[in-house]
């Protein structure tokens, strides 16, 4: 999506101490025990594995300082409880809140010497843009440092492996399973609840990822399609194949049911800009004042969240079936 457009896209690429009795001799040897991988935990490394590159990386030890590249991978860590671990993220991480801590490492060009700084041991870096930092990230491994590039997820299958990959080579993997293991049964809680939507009353819906005048939109193989058909809704761009530019004219003709934003974190008031908008008087979704601004973050990071967004999507064009 970063090729799209300059302005339109480049955010979508664009978280106590027990006080014990005794002596002071004590106290360090309980901490120090405290702070030891668990039996399990050492058994499984060394660990291989196959990353988005192709490439099979092999970590010796259970990472102790851990870099992340990119937002969904932090939500990911953070998710496998690894935020103790975490010891650097990138400039365009915020969630959860406790990554505004962390050092920042850069956007989309890294600083490789704070990286090695950090006395890192894994770096988590993205398929997204992996092949603009291959000099960096041989620095790094120079560095002695592992780079384990995270598959960039198109549907939720692979999210999953994204969230096992970073489970393996963090020696989290069981958490890992149980948080796929989640994932999938909300999604089916939710999927069940669409089924109760008849055809007839299936809503077209638009989804506006950036304003006018550069207006785009998602279409099919998409995570956006993805997640409307789960929940029942029909794209309007179904037509089109990937993320593309639509006219006003072309979304006019469309007259979608209902109209979703998904860049209100950086647009003042895009629910009142799309209502005001010359000619889009005539759209349903626009005589019906519905259209609803989600957060982008939770439909267009892969990441564990993603749930929330679908659930957001759904009560936006469903609010009968699905708000509780």
């Given at each position: ?104 490492v850069g956007g989309m060009e890294y600083n490789i010497e704070k ?8 770096v988590l870096a993205h398929g997204s843009s992996a092949h603009n ?192």
């Open positions: 999506m970063k090729k799209l457009s300059k302005y339109t896209l480049s955010f979508m690429l664009a978280a106590g101490l027990l006080a014990g009795c005794g002596s002071d001799k004590a106290a360090p040897e309980k901490e120090e025990k405290a702070n030891q991988p668990k039996e399990s935990e050492q058994a499984a490394f060394p660990v291989t594995v196959k990353d988005a590159d192709g490439k099979e990386v092999v970590i010796e030890e259970k990472p102790k300082r851990i870099v992340s590249l990119i937002p969904s991978n932090t939500e990911i860590a953070y998710e496998l409880d690894l935020d103790k671990e975490i010891v650097g993220v990138s400039d365009n991480d915020n969630y959860p809140k406790e990554v505004s801590a962390k050092e920042k990286i090695i700084g950090l006395d890192a041991d894994l930092s291959k000099e960096g990230f041989k620095q790094l491994e120079e560095a002695g440092i592992d780079v384990l590039v995270v598959n960039d997820a198109q549907n939720f299958d692979e999210v999953y492996d994204s969230i096992k990959m970073i489970g393996k080579a963090t020696g989290t993997s069981d958490k890992a399973e149980d948080i796929v293991t989640d994932m999938k049964e909300d999604l089916t809680e939710i999927s069940e609840k669409a089924e109760t939507i008849k055809k007839e009353e299936e809503k077209n819906v638009f989804i506006e990822v950036s304003p006018a005048p550069e207006i785009y939109t998602p279409g099919k193989n998409t995570f956006m399609q993805e997640m409307l058909d789960l929940i029942h809704a029909k794209n309007a761009a179904a037509d089109q194949d990937g993320w593309g530019q639509m006219t006003e004219e072309a979304i006019i003709k469309k007259n979608p049911d209902v109209i979703i934003t998904t860049h209100g974190y950086y647009t003042q008031k895009p629910v009142e800009e799309v209502l005001s908008r010359k000619g889009w008087e005539t759209i349903t979704a626009v005589k019906n004042k519905d259209v609803h601004d989600v957060h982008a973050d939770l439909v267009n990071r892969t990441g564990p969240r993603l749930v929330e967004g679908v659930e957001e999507l759904a009560e936006a064009i469903y609010p009968d079936v699905f708000k509780k």
